[in-house]
Every structure is written in C-alpha cells, then in structure tokens.
C-alpha cells in the first residue's frame, strides 16, 4: 500500500521533473497494473490537493490541474516590491472586478508581476509567460498578494487552447512588446470585462474592440478594459475653488430637458458662473421645466435662448441645441438636467478652452447612485463628449438615435481623477446625480423611453 509520502513524491516526480517513460514512470507502471487509473488517483487524491492547498476559487484549481495532467513543475517564488503608482493604478482597475480568478502576462523572465498585479484581496491563478521558461512544465509558487504562479512557455495559439481546455477565460492579460499577436490568439478567452496592459503596441491591437477608445496610462504601460470602465472611486470635494478671471474664448451652455423641473435650475445655476449665454430645448414637457428655467435665466441677466422643439431622436435634439448658440461663441459645453459642474471643475474647464487642441473632448463623469454625493462612484470614468467647439467648418455633430455620439472629429480624452495614486484630480469633470431628482418608477420611464426609441430607429442609418 501506497503511504502519503509515497504519493507526494511520486506525483511530484512523474507529473512534474521526470518524463514520462523514465525509470521512475516504469516503476509506478509496474506497481500500478492500470496505470492511468493510477495516475488518476494521484490527481484526486487528499495529497495531491495538499499541494495546492493555498488555491482559492475554479480558475486556479483547473488551471493546476491542466498542468498536472500534462506535466507538473518545480517550485517558484516572486516577492518584488512593487511600485506605488503602477500597484495602485491596478487597484483602482482591479476593484471594478468582484473577482480576478486568472491573470497572464507575457513577457521576460525578469518583470516584477506583484507591480501589474497587486492582488491582495483576491486569490488568482497566475501564468507568467516567457521565453525562458521550460515549455508546458510550469515553476509554480506563490505571489506576495496571494495569486498562485506558474512559471511556464507558451506560444499564443497553444496557451489559447490549453485555457479553452481548462475551461477558463482570462480577467487581467499584460503583454510586454508586440500585443497584436498575443490578443488576437487569446481573444477567444478573455473574460468579457478583460484588463488589458501593454508597454507598447496596445492601441492598434485592440481598434476593433468595443470600448477600444478608453485608454489610462500608468507610467510606462497603457490600460483598457473590455466592455468599458467600471472603476468606482470616492468622490471627495476640495477646498471650494475661487473663480478663475474670465478670459479666452466664451463658453455657452447648451442643454436638452423634458419633464425636469426638479432639477434644471441646479444644473443651470452650477455653470452660471463661468458661462457667457444659455440654450435650452425642450423636448416635450408638460410639467413646469420651462417655467422654472424661463425665471431662474430671467434673473440671472445673461443671454439665453429657450425654445421647444418635437424631436424623437436624441442626436436631433442635441444638434437642435447646438444650431441655436449664437456664432460668437468659441465653445459649446452640453449638459443634461440632472448633470452638473462643480466649483473645482472650473479651473481646468477653462484651461481647456484656451489651450486645447481638439475639437471635441470627452470629460470624465461621476456618476453618484444615491442621493447624496458620497460614497462608491460607478461606472467611472464613463466618459461623455459634452465640450465642443463651435464655429467649426463642418460644425461638430451627434448622431445616434440613442446614446448619440460625436462622430468623424478628433476627441480629446482629459485627464482621470488619480488623486487615490497621488497624481492629481484630473477633470474636469460631469457630475450625474442620477437619483436625486428622480424616483425609481420615473427612471424606469426613462429607461422605457430609450428602450423605445432604440427599437424605433434600429434600422435607421446614423
């Protein structure tokens, strides 16, 4: 009868050092008379899971049984320090996930993985792929935040099928040189929220994916996550801002309502300070929106412009507003009713508007899912292009039925909100306050309402 330590090392040997067909897999034939039930009771055997009793979670159990079923491997470690920036770069990235069950990066022998992949709260499966390392017989250990290593080469088309055998799919994929090869070949299992890093070629390997334009450097390597950013972050106010001197060219506001009573005068009072004219569409209301906008502009005393118009399509309506601001104005920033800015976002809005070398930016938007401001922001920084320049030859326009977007114009992507990384606040930013002024039953109305239109125009060229 085989004891506890015969088995540990017989596993440790035949699936891991000693090729099958050496004296030590002749002897365990010979002592197993079936040997591939033999070998299958190693595999499930109590010590056999003693070796891997640090895995947690699917993903790393499959993955370390795919290797022991092909060959094992030697015992590794990895406990660089990892550099602040980067590290808190991928904690940021990383809390969108509930759960990173397997990473891989590829790359030289010599990176430091706890940099790309501080994985203190989640254990992982975590294949390092290089060169160097011995083919499909992996080095395994254990990272500093808890992730299990395998230390192993691949080449693409391979580590592609082995995973698809494992029946797992990759959550965080960092490829150092030529990206295009490595993600057309892992493609096919890449979670659909997928972390992808790279230090070079990122950006043209990944044009054709959704969500391919949203891109955060952290130091020397490029970032994006498939299927968009699902990043919260705590939205924490500074010291109120003073009120930079108007200078440069003028900014109008240019916004669309319907039924938005509630909340249009906050929005309108929180960039009256720094915008020069207001234009305001209504869509389609029939409560007071007009009313109470009409009144609070009236006071105010600056220019404005408030008009209805029967639109269905969103990119009309917003290009309805846009046809309206008066031809002195240099800028165009475009907010909706339950939007607003904030003192802080003054600054760096006009910033951009004497410096900035596109025609159209994207500003990072907070969306806040309570009443309050307070607490998790997400998704963040789902960026929405709402500052235009006007006068443009051809002007700048949306099209879209719904969740219109700008379209043929350079976009201008500014900075995200860092300041957890030590790099500052970024912005300016959109602040969405999505619950305060709308019931659960009117946002389900207003979901309706979307759901119908997209339906409507589904067939409709943009």
């Known amino acids: 009868m085989m004891t506890d330590d015969d088995v540990a090392s017989l596993y440790r040997c035949l699936l891991g050092r000693a090729p099958e067909g050496s004296d030590t897999v002749a002897a365990f034939k010979a002592y197993y008379g079936d040997f591939p039930r033999g070998r299958a009771a190693i595999l499930q055997s109590a010590e056999f899971s003693s070796l891997f009793a640090e895995v947690a979670g699917v993903a790393p159990a499959r993955v370390a049984l795919g290797f022991a079923r092909r060959a094992g491997g030697a015992a590794c470690g990895d406990r660089c320090p990892a550099d602040a920036a980067l590290a808190g770069g991928m904690r940021l990235l990383l809390r969108g996930?509930?759960?990173?069950?397997?990473?891989?990066?590829?790359?030289?022998a010599g990176v430091r993985l706890s940099d790309l992949l501080p994985l203190e709260t989640a254990r992982a499966a975590v294949l390092h792929v290089a060169p160097d390392f011995p083919p499909f017989l992996p080095q395994i250990g254990e990272l500093a935040g808890g992730g299990v290593l395998f230390r192993v080469?691949?080449?693409?088309?391979?580590?592609?099928?082995?995973l698809a055998a494992c029946d797992v799919r990759i959550d965080v994929l960092a490829v150092m040189g030529d990206a295009a090869p490595w993600l057309a070949a892992l493609r096919r299992v890449l979670s659909d929220?997928?972390?992808?890093?790279?230090?070079?070629?990122?950006?043209?390997?990944?044009?054709?994916?959704?969500?391919a334009e949203r891109m955060l450097a952290l130091g020397a390597w490029h970032v994006r996550m498939m299927g968009g950013w699902f990043l919260p972050v705590r939205y924490a106010p500074p010291a109120a801002a003073s009120l930079p001197a108007a200078a440069g060219p003028s900014l109008w506001l240019a916004a669309i309502m319907r039924n938005e009573q509630d909340s249009i005068v906050n929005m309108l009072r929180s960039v009256a300070p720094i915008v020069a004219g207001f234009v305001l569409v209504d869509t389609?209301?029939?409560?007071?929106?007009?009313?109470?906008?009409?009144?609070?502009?009236?006071?105010?005393?600056?220019?404005?412009?408030?008009?209805a118009r029967a639109a269905q399509r969103f990119d009309d309506m917003r290009n309805a507003a846009l046809d309206l601001v008066p031809p002195e104005a240099g800028w165009v920033l475009m907010l909706d009713a339950d939007e607003e800015l904030c003192a802080e976002d003054f600054a760096p809005l006009?910033?951009?508007?004497?410096t900035g070398a596109h025609d159209a930016y994207a500003l990072p938007r907070y969306n806040y899912p309570?009443?309050?401001?307070?607490?998790?922001?997400?998704?963040?920084?789902?960026?929405?292009?709402?500052?235009?320049?006007?006068?443009?030859?051809?002007?700048?326009?949306?099209?879209?039925?719904?969740?219109?977007?700008?379209?043929?114009?350079?976009?201008?992507?500014?900075?995200?909100d860092a300041a957890v990384l030590g790099q500052g606040r970024g912005g300016?930013?959109?602040?969405?306050?999505?619950?305060?002024?709308?019931?659960?039953?009117?946002?389900?109305?207003?979901?309706?309402?979307?759901?119908?239109?997209?339906?409507?125009?589904?067939?409709?060229p943009e």
């Not at 607490?375 to 500052?387: I, N």
């Open 97 to 108: 996930h509930e759960r990173v069950h397997l990473c891989v990066v590829v790359g030289e």
């Open 284 to 307: 389609g209301s029939v409560d007071d929106t007009m009313s109470h906008a009409r009144a609070y502009l009236e006071d105010l005393g600056k220019p404005f412009q408030l008009q």
């Open 428 to 460: 300016p930013h959109i602040h969405h306050l999505v619950r305060r002024f709308r019931s659960p039953d009117a946002e389900a109305q207003k979901q309706e309402r979307y759901r119908a239109i997209a339906v409507q125009f589904a067939d409709a």
């Open 350 to 354: 006009l910033a951009v508007l004497n």
């Open 193 to 211: 929220r997928a972390i992808l890093l790279g230090d070079t070629g990122l950006a043209g390997a990944t044009e054709d994916w959704p969500g």
């Open 153 to 162: 080469r691949f080449d693409a088309a391979s580590l592609a099928d082995f």
């Open 370 to 416: 309570g009443i309050d401001k307070n607490g998790e922001v997400a998704p963040y920084p789902d960026r929405q292009v709402r500052l235009l320049r006007h006068g443009r030859v051809p002007p700048v326009r949306y099209s879209g039925a719904v969740h219109e977007k700008v379209r043929d114009v350079a976009i201008g992507l500014l900075p995200l």
